[in-house]
């Protein structure tokens, strides 16, 4: 069956450290693939996506992911992050078939950051 | 241009009861998506659907639920006779459709949050 991983449940980080949350998908035709982003109190935002090209995807607010097609991997990245960017992160794909758009979610990532 | 609009934005019923959940798609959308939440849990497909048609009904339960996109008016995600195990946050989603591959970026509206008695 498709799925989609995301190891970290809880980040906990201070500000201006450094940002990797990591997704893994199971499926084994062609993806796009997403991050979406959810503040507290608010609806989800898209943060970036990759449908084809260049494997490194760079989005909104400093944050890119980096497709790596043989590990079925699409982590998301952030040099430093603020106290503002502290919210649930989403991963998820799309898996490309005829006729349907649907994606398949991750649990999600806290993450908070620490002033 | 205003976003996705889902209301109400909570929703309390008793077992037993129905509910109906609206969603008004961003302008010129034409794709509408419905996906569920239980607690501690990520986003679950439910249905997809365009204009008067449903496109993929994978991810809905086989009783009680039904979902409906009319030529005009929202999208109608409904529950009847719902139970504890139906409360959870029922996120809406719509797409444009165009060549270019857009279509498959989703735009969420805030969810309405489910809860039954």
């Known amino acids: 069956a498709q799925s989609v991983s995301q190891h970290n449940h809880h980040v906990i980080l201070s500000e201006a450290a450094s940002l990797e949350l990591g997704c893994n998908y199971s499926?084994?035709?062609?993806?796009?693939l997403f991050w979406y982003v959810q503040y507290p109190g608010q609806h989800l935002q898209l943060l970036l996506k990759?449908?084809?090209?260049?494997?490194l995807v760079k989005g909104i607010k400093g944050f890119e992911a980096e497709f790596i097609k043989s590990k079925f991997s699409f982590n998301l990245r952030k040099p430093s992050v603020q106290w503002s960017d502290t919210a649930e992160y989403f991963c998820?794909?799309?898996?490309?078939?005829?006729?349907?758009?649907?994606?398949?979610f991750g649990t999600g990532t806290r993450l908070k950051v620490l002033a | 241009n205003a976003g996705v609009m889902q209301n109400p934005r909570h929703l309390v019923r008793r077992r037993g009861q129905e509910a109906r959940l609206r969603c008004s798609p961003m302008?010129?959308?034409?794709?509408v998506y419905w996906y569920r939440q239980l607690p501690e849990e990520g986003l679950k497909f439910m249905v997809y659907?365009?204009?008067?048609?449903?496109?993929?009904e994978s991810g809905m339960p086989k009783e009680r639920f039904s979902a409906e996109f009319p030529k005009e008016g929202p999208s109608i995600l409904r529950i009847q006779q719902v139970v504890r195990g139906d409360s959870a946050a029922y996120f809406c989603?719509?797409?444009?459709?165009?060549?270019?591959?857009?279509?498959?970026?989703?735009?969420f509206g805030p969810g309405t949050r489910l809860t039954v008695l």
């Open positions: 989603a719509s797409s444009p459709f165009a060549l270019d591959g857009s279509t498959d970026t989703q735009y």
């Open positions: 659907l365009q204009k008067e048609n449903i496109i993929d």
């Open positions: 499926y084994g035709g062609t993806v796009n």
């Open positions: 998820a794909v799309s898996p490309i078939t005829s006729g349907t758009y649907k994606y398949i």
């Open positions: 302008k010129g959308h034409s794709h």
């Open positions: 990759y449908f084809s090209g260049d494997p």
